[in-house]
């Protein structure tokens, strides 16, 4: 019986291992959890998992496609059960393995108590758990479907009128997604970069010459230096546009709409 997680309800452990409902972790977080050298991650996960003999992708572990914190590229992470997680672990050798260890050899046991209680049910029993399983598996994946189609709707629906306050909303999401401290301005980066490539526009130039007009006017240096991108994109109304377009792709692209 495929059972799968409740994750509203996790445990401090499942959520810094980052549980999902399938109750797997990934390479990525176990290893942050270990508490292990940060500048040797590639090297462990060469030899840990890629490069495993005794490991088998699509068994062990399931590759699959995630933001790098702090970036705005796509790297790659791999999903472990429970079983190859508590292996990992073991090979830590300190205080977090052995509470990672600890942790799935309790998964394990309950996985193993719940399979013996379910053979000792009648056959139709069980049929009618497993029928009620599915069906409540079938419910969260439409619900997570409406999810995302109501979030594509709200990204869709970004018009340019008030389009500084919700690109800004849309940008900060991005960068709490992505979980670094920088990322909110490396995305805001990525969008002013995109721009300028696609209408041809350089911003910094066109930001300083309009302080320098400012300067000229008297406008004190407070207020001129105040200024930034932004206040540059308001005074086109063809960057607007392509600015805001160029938000609700990057929120599709980083999986916040």
């Not at 189609?149 to 389009?163: E, F, H, K, P, Y």
């Not at 991108?229 to 805001?244: F, H, P, Q, R, T």
């Amino acid at each position: 019986m495929n059972e799968t997680m409740n994750v509203t309800n996790q445990t401090p452990i499942e959520i810094a291992l980052g549980i999902d409902e399938n109750g797997m972790t990934t390479a990525r977080k176990l290893y942050e959890f270990l508490e292990l050298n940060p500048s040797n991650y590639s090297k462990w996960l060469k030899r840990n998992i890629t490069e495993n003999e005794f490991a088998v992708m699509g068994e062990d572990f399931h590759s699959y496609q995630t933001t790098s914190e702090g970036r705005g590229k796509f790297a790659d992470d791999y999903k472990l059960t429970s079983d190859f997680a508590k292996k990992l672990s073991m090979t830590a050798k300190n205080e977090k393995g052995e509470e990672a260890r600890s942790y799935f050899v309790t998964v394990e046991n309950k996985a193993k108590e719940t399979a013996v209680g379910l053979r000792n049910l009648s056959p139709e029993l069980r049929l009618l758990i497993n029928m009620e399983i599915q069906q409540k598996e079938q419910q969260k994946q439409l619900a997570d479907v409406k999810s995302d189609l109501q979030g594509i709707r709200n990204v869709v629906a970004l018009d340019s009128t008030s389009w500084r306050d919700e690109t800004g909303k849309i940008i900060r999401k991005i960068g709490n997604e992505l979980g670094s401290g920088s990322a909110y301005q490396e995305v805001l980066r990525e969008a002013y970069q995109l721009l300028e490539k696609r209408m041809g526009v350089n911003l910094k130039q066109r930001l300083m010459n309009k302080r320098r007009r400012m300067a000229d006017e008297g406008v004190c240096k407070s207020r001129r230096d105040k200024l930034n991108n932004l206040d540059i994109i308001a005074e086109d109304k063809k960057l607007i546009e392509g600015y805001v377009a160029i938000v609700k792709e990057l929120a599709i692209k980083y999986g916040v709409a």
